[in-house]
């Protein structure tokens, strides 16, 4: 599975941003998509995920900001980034859970998200 991430920036605080990251390849292998970040100087951390039937989980840093969707036909993946907040400042990477396969993991190119004071 292939993934290409668009959509980071700078935005001032409380500002807005949507990121975008398309899937290509073993399509059907795919059981969640959904961002990571990576700060500088932290362990990369999940943002959020969206199962193939829809379910979805954020994490509490994020929870009533920041919105994940899916267009399942078109094979992507949308996260709206609202009232966003300095430490929301990372690099975010699109990914894909492929679980039970091996390699479990895909990860797109990480798209720069700087949002200043």
């Known amino acids: 599975v292939q993934l290409q991430a668009s959509g980071g920036g700078l935005v001032q605080a409380g500002g807005s941003l949507r990121l975008s990251c398309s899937a290509s390849?073993?399509?059907?292998?795919?059981?969640?998509l959904g961002w990571f970040r990576q700060a500088p100087g932290k362990q990369r951390e999940l943002v959020s995920h969206?199962?193939?039937?829809?379910?979805?989980n954020y994490a509490d840093s994020v929870k009533g900001r920041f919105t994940i969707s899916r267009n399942n036909a078109k094979n992507t993946v949308f996260l709206q980034m609202n009232n966003l907040k300095p430490e929301d400042t990372a690099v975010y990477y699109c990914?894909?859970?492929?679980?039970?396969?091996?390699?479990?993991?895909?990860w797109g190119q990480g798209t720069l998200v700087t949002v200043s004071s």
């Open positions: 969206i199962t193939t039937d829809g379910r979805t």
């Open positions: 390849g073993s399509i059907g292998d795919i059981n969640a």
């Open positions: 990914h894909a859970d492929l679980w039970p396969n091996i390699p479990q993991h895909s």
